[in-house]
């Protein structure tokens, strides 16, 4: 994929998250596609891709992402309260759907 811009929407779209997923479905995004979906806008200098592979490189993946707090998670440029508690609640109910199997 290429880093055009720092902002996704200014990407072809049949590079950006979304669309990928609206067009080919979830299964065929990575784990960074799907957390930048969630994440919506990266920052000034990183697109939403760019910060939701930083987080899974820095916690070393979705349950290192699971094993931190809100308190750790907002330490991340990029990331605060709201975005924080929207990745919690999104790893909370697939864990709850993992239960339901």
Known sequence: ???Y??????WPEHER???RLLNHGPDALSEAEL???LLRTGTGKQTALELARY???HFEGLRGID???IAELEEING???AKAAQ???AIELAKRLAQQK
């Open 1 to 3: 994929m290429g880093n």
């Open 5 to 10: 811009s720092t902002k996704i929407r200014d």
């Open 17 to 19: 998250p979304r669309e």
């Open 35 to 37: 957390l930048a979906i």
């Open 55 to 57: 987080l899974l490189n």
């Open 67 to 69: 094993g931190v707090t």
């Open 79 to 81: 990331i605060g309260l």
């Open 87 to 89: 990745i919690k609640a």
